[in-house]
DNA sequence: CACGAAAACATTCAAATCATTCATTTTAAG
DNA sequence: CTTAAAATGAATGATTTGAATGTTTTCGTG
């Protein structure tokens, strides 16, 4: 489902005079695949990223394959939360669309928004539902119309080329999929090909998918240990088998209380979807520039 | 090994017009064969060829996904969950995507695709694992891969517009996501107003957002029953609440034997999505006839 | 084998895109 | 403020693309 889109598509929808857009083309800011005739089509996840990196203003998302915005022009990520609290209670999809991918274009992390608009909403949503003034099922839903989104998006991010694999899950009886693919989605866009096992998978299969695969990373989102020791125990059984493939250990999630944490062992703890990002990044460095540097001995830091 | 590909589905793959296509054979571009009658056929490594050395974006990757497949065989539907299995295994999301979406552009009922392909191919790969065959991570990152293709499969479906509402779930416990989400697209398809509650809601819940949102219809999917008495009693409460509301009930889902459906009162029972999507059309027709033909008696059936 | 629907053919034509040039606007430096 | 450099966008004629047309071929089915 790979788009392409013609110079004069994209050139109206940031805006923008069709040969400014082919300069910029020939000049390598986008880069474009060309017809046997030699036209150019732009893909549209290229299109994207060039909006998202010049700050540029969509005029027209619908040429982009994006869902209609909001006319406010919601540029700023500080009250978006409360507004996703309301949209999504409100089971109103399209305000929960347009909130998100506004951010999105206008060039916010994806860490960012995950951080401070969806996961902070489940949040206030989870408080609503302490003080009765939301019900379970509103809570679902709000997941569904999540889950939606959040779909969406992955599919409008660069598929991931040749990078470092990452596999990612959640434990047995954890069955809390929005962070796990909220963390699949940053590490996509941290230039990893991170890929989501699923939810509820026991240790021991994680275990044959690390072997199987040899990932650089295995992620473990924790939303809920429904027991405690086992889950210890669990963990530090998988780093053993981690360990032993060079294959890096990251945890985070809402469950992993310190007291817990001081019992398990890991590569990195992650307390937000920002972390992680910035974890992967390095992580990603160091993996891909340390292999080059075995035959060539340098004093290290 | 060599593959015949008509120009159609060649200009499908890289996502071109079949008259530059035809246009591209024509000036030698792609050397083609010929039929007695004169039609043109594309070996498929003469396609490839092509595609690789004009470095093209591939649009619709079926070409590599699946090269070994003629569109025409490819359409029937009678060997597509064997073939959906492997490549769910495979981890090939491509080539899984490229089955669904062959047949569904071919004119395939979603409910036939949905009870002949995926869900078949999912029965399949629970047996292989209980013959230890196949991981328990496998069949989770299947169920990513299978929910992946039903966002992708939902968001082609032309919006609801003004249908009469239906409200959808799993009851407590249950996590399987896919079979109430397979559902929801046959009631769309249906032209239903299909709105996904989510997984795990307990029925008093259920009752509550069948008093706020008065739906015409409320399913369920029930793939897992966690305690069956309590499932019995809390189903026979919700059929209370949902009768005086005139909201039918159906149920359906593999955990329903026949043992376990004559102790329940409902409104109708659905074995298949084949079922679901004739009696959600059968209602359809008569609430939305029934109405205005009220001022007008008749005697009925 | 014959039939009929679906696919492919050749051809035409309007619309889109190409490379290039040039005037205008914006930016930056003096 | 002036001026030069850089960026933008409109205009040009040639080329490419894709949709539409009516006819012919293919292929599964009876």
Known sequence: MNQLLSPRQVAA?????ESSLKRWCDQGLLSTVKTAGGHRRIPVQEALRFVREQNYAVVEPRLLAMPGTDNRKARRIENCAQ??????????????????????????PVSQIFDEVISLAFRMIGEKWERHEAEVYQERCSCQIALRILHELRSKQTPPDSGLVALGATIEGDQYSLPVMMSEIVLRAAGWDARLLGSSIPFDSMAKAIQQHKPEMFWLSVSFVPDESAFIAGLNRLFEVASKLNTAVVIGGRALTTEIRTRLRYSAFCDTLRHL?????????????????????????
Chains 1, 2 share one sequence.
């Open 83 to 108: 507004r996703m609290v309301e949209e999504l209670l409100g089971n109103n999809e399209q305000a929960c669309q347009a909130i998100v991918f506004d951010l999105f274009l206008a060039g916010q």
């Open 13 to 17: 929808a940031i805006g923008v005079s």
């Open 277 to 301: 990002e910035e974890f992967a990044k390095t992580l990603r460095r160091r993996t891909e520039v340390g292999p080059k540097k075995t035959h060539k001995p340098r004093k290290k830091g």
